[in-house]
C-alpha cells in the first residue's frame, strides 16, 4: 500500500511539473468568432420571438409542476433508455432517481428554447452544439458526488480510486493529446494477428493505396469479385476486426474473391493530394487492378466517406465511356447529397473552413488525433464522458473492444482532400447538381452511373442521418435498405450474433419516414441479405477459386501499419 502510494505521489508530481513547464500545447482549426456570432445570432433570434419564448417558459413551469408532484408522491415513472443512468440506484432511490429525472427535464427545456432561437442552419447548429456539449458535461452521472457506482467505489477503496483517478488524468492532460487516451487497452489486439488477420495478400500498391487480396477458403467462388472502398478518416480493417466480427472473413467462407483498399496514412508529401486524385488514383486504380486480375468487372462496396468516392469515380467512369467497369455498388451509411448534415452543419461554416485552412497549411494535413476529438465530440457520452467516469472516477480499465481500438487507429487526411471537399462538397452541395463536380476537368453527374446501386442507411447512425441517406439513396436511382444500429456498430452486424434487425421495402416515397412506417422489419443481420441483392445482379455463375501466386507482403500490409 506504501509503495502504491509512493508511485502516486511519483506520477503526480511529474505530471504537475510537465503542466507548469507548458509541454501542452494547442491549436485552434477553428474560428472563435464564428461561435461568438453563431451566439450573437441565436440571442437575437429570441429576442425577435417573446411569444414563442413565452410559450416555451410556461410548458416549463407546467412540467416543472408536474416534476414535482411526482417526486414527492414517490412516483418512480418509466425508466429512460439512456445508458448514463443504468445501475438501479438511478431508479430505485428517490435521491438518484430525483438528480436524474430533474437533470433530464432542465435538458429537455434547454433544447426546446434552442429550437426558438432564429440564425443560418449553420449557426442553429452551433447553438445546439455548444449546448449538448454543456449538457453532456453536467450530467450528475459524471460527478462522484452524484453518480450511485462512484459512491459506492469510493467507499470500497476508501478513496484510492480518487485519487489514482487523478493521477490517470494528469497524465493524459500532459501527454499533450488531451483528456481520456484510454478509452481501449493499446495492446489488447496486434495487427495481422488477432485483429485485421484475415488471410490475404498484398497484390497492388502506389503512393495512395495498397490493394489487399483475401486467400479464399472454399473451392469454388462467384464470378464477381468484391471490391471494399474505405473511409481516409480510419483504416480499412473495421470489416476486418476479431474473426468471430469479421466481414471480410465471413464474405470469404461465402466463396467470395475479396479485394480491399487500404489507404496510405499520408504525410506532408501527399499534401496536394485531392479528392480527384483519391477518385482517379485511388478508386478508379484500385477498379482497375480488379478487373485485370479477375478478367471480372467488381462489385464495389464502400462506407461512409468510401462510399462518397465510389459514387464520384463510378460517375467520372461513366462520363469516360466506361460505365461498365463495375458490376454494381452498394453504399453504405454514405452521403451524396449534403443538403442536410444536421449537427454536423456546425462545422461547415465560412470561418472555420477559413480557420482550417490556415491550420492545415503548415503540416499539410490533419491530424487523426483531431478528427478523433470531433467525432468523440459529437457521440460525447459515448466516446468521452463514460471514459471519464470509468478511468478518472472508477479508476476501472475498459473491457478490450475490438471496435474502440479500430476507432482510435485514426489515419490523416491531406490538406487539398480536405480542402476540396469541405467547400465543394459540403458547404456547396456541388455532387448534388448535375455536372456540378468536376474530376481532372469532366464533370461527373451521379445520374449517369450505370451500375446497379445499393445503398444501406443505419437507423441510429450519427454521422450520417439515415433520412438524409435515403434522400440521396432516392436522388440516384439506388435500392435502399435500412440497418440497425449506428454508424460504425451496425455495420459490424455477424448473422451469428443476430442483433439488430434491419428495415426493407421495395419502393421509395419521398418522405423517409413514411418509407420506415411502411417497411417490413427483419430480424437479425443485413449481410446475408445482401449477399442475395449481389447475387441477383451479378451472374450467379461460379469459377474455382482464385488462389494467390504474386502477393508482395502478407496482409494487412505496410500501410495499415503506418503510425
Known amino acids: 500500500m506504501t509503495d502504491g502510494f509512493a508511485d502516486m505521489t511519483r506520477r503526480l508530481t511529474e505530471a504537475a511539473e510537465r503542466m507548469m513547464r507548458g509541454e501542452v500545447k494547442a491549436t485552434l482549426p477553428f474560428d472563435p468568432f464564428a461561435i461568438a456570432q453563431a451566439s450573437g445570432e441565436f440571442a437575437m433570434g429570441l429576442a425577435a420571438r417573446p ?47 430525483g438528480l436524474r429525472d430533474a437533470y433530464l427535464l432542465a435538458s429537455k427545456q434547454l433544447r426546446d428554447v434552442i429550437s426558438v432561437g432564429d440564425g443560418t442552419g449553420s449557426g442553429q447548429a452551433m447553438a445546439r452544439f455548444l449546448l449538448d456539449q454543456y449538457l453532456n458535461a453536467v450530467s450528475p452521472s459524471n460527478f462522484a458526488g452524484t453518480n450511485p457506482d462512484v459512491v459506492k467505489r469510493t467507499k470500497e477503496t476508501n478513496g484510492a480510486n480518487l485519487v489514482q483517478g487523478f493521477a490517470h488524468f494528469l497524465e493524459d492532460v500532459t501527454s499533450g493529446k488531451g483528456i481520456v487516451q484510454r478509452r481501449s487497452d493499446p495492446s489488447a489486439f496486434e495487427k495481422g494477428k488477432t485483429i485485421a488477420a484475415t488471410p490475404g495478400e498484398v497484390v497492388f500498391e502506389n503512393e495512395l493505396f495498397q490493394l489487399i487480396q483475401y486467400s479464399p477458403t472454399t473451392d469454388k467462388v462467384a464470378v464477381e469479385p ?10 480499412f480493417y473495421m470489416i476486418d476486426l476479431v474473426p468471430r466480427q469479421s466481414l471480410v472473413k465471413w464474405l470469404v467462407d461465402e466463396g467470395r474473391t475479396v479485394f480491399v483498399v487500404s489507404w496510405v496514412n499520408p504525410t506532408q508529401a501527399h499534401k496536394d493530394k485531392g479528392v480527384e486524385d483519391y477518385v482517379v488514383d485511388g478508386v478508379v486504380a484500385a477498379v482497375d487492378e480488379v478487373r485485370r486480375r ?19 469515380a463510378l460517375a467520372w467512369l461513366a462520363a469516360q465511356g466506361r460505365g461498365k467497369d463495375a458490376n454494381s455498388a452498394t453504399l453504405i451509411g454514405s452521403l451524396v447529397d449534403f443538403a442536410d448534415m444536421r449537427d454536423w452543419s456546425a462545422f461547415v461554416h465560412e470561418g472555420h473552413l477559413s480557420a482550417l485552412e490556415d491550420h492545415l497549411e503548415s503540416q499539410g494535413f490533419i491530424d487523426s488525433l483531431e478528427l478523433q476529438r470531433l467525432f468523440a465530440a459529437m457521440r460525447a457520452n459515448d466516446l468521452i464522458w463514460s471514459s471519464v467516469v470509468n478511468h478518472y472516477l472508477l479508476d476501472k480499465e475498459a473491457p478490450p473492444s ?49 451500375a446497379p446501386m445499393l445503398v444501406i442507411a443505419l437507423k441510429d ?48 416515397p419521398e418522405d423517409a419516414d413514411d418509407w420506415l412506417a411502411g417497411a417490413t422489419r427483419n430480424e437479425g443481420s443485413w449481410w446475408p441479405w445482401w449477399t442475395s441483392w449481389l447475387t441477383d445482379h451479378g451472374s450467379g455463375k461460379q469459377v474455382a477459386a482464385r488462389a494467390i501466386a504474386d502477393g508482395i507482403e502478407p496482409a494487412p500490409g505496410r500501410y495499415a501499419m503506418m503510425p
Open 51 to 97: 411569444q414563442e419564448l413565452m410559450q416555451v417558459q410556461m410548458d416549463a413551469a407546467r412540467q416543472w409542476g408536474e416534476f414535482w408532484m411526482g417526486a414527492l408522491s414517490g412516483q418512480a415513472g418509466e425508466k429512460p433508455r439512456d445508458r448514463r443512468f443504468a445501475s438501479p440506484e438511478w431508479q430505485d432511490d428517490a435521491y438518484y432517481r
Open 402 to 450: 475490438d471496435l474502440l481500438y479500430w476507432f482510435e487507429d485514426g489515419a490523416r487526411i491531406p490538406a487539398a482532400f480536405l480542402k476540396s471537399y469541405n467547400r465543394e462538397l459540403l458547404l456547396n452541395n456541388k455532387l448534388a447538381e448535375p455536372a456540378g463536380f468536376a474530376v481532372r476537368g469532366t464533370p461527373v453527374d451521379l445520374a449517369k452511373i450505370e
Open 294 to 312: 479477375t478478367g471480372t468487372a467488381p462489385d464495389l462496396f464502400a462506407f461512409c466517406l468510401g462510399g462518397t468516392l465510389v459514387a464520384i
Open 461 to 508: 447512425d450519427h454521422v450520417s442521418a439515415w433520412d438524409a441517406v435515403y434522400r440521396g439513396a432516392r436522388n440516384i436511382g439506388a435500392d435502399f435498405v435500412l440497418g440497425g444500429s449506428g454508424h460504425n456498430a451496425g455495420v459490424i452486424n455477424p448473422p451469428a450474433a443476430n442483433k439488430h434487425g434491419f428495415w426493407t421495402r421495395d419502393d421509395k
Open 226 to 235: 468484391l471490391l471494399y472502398v474505405p473511409p481516409l478518416v480510419n483504416r
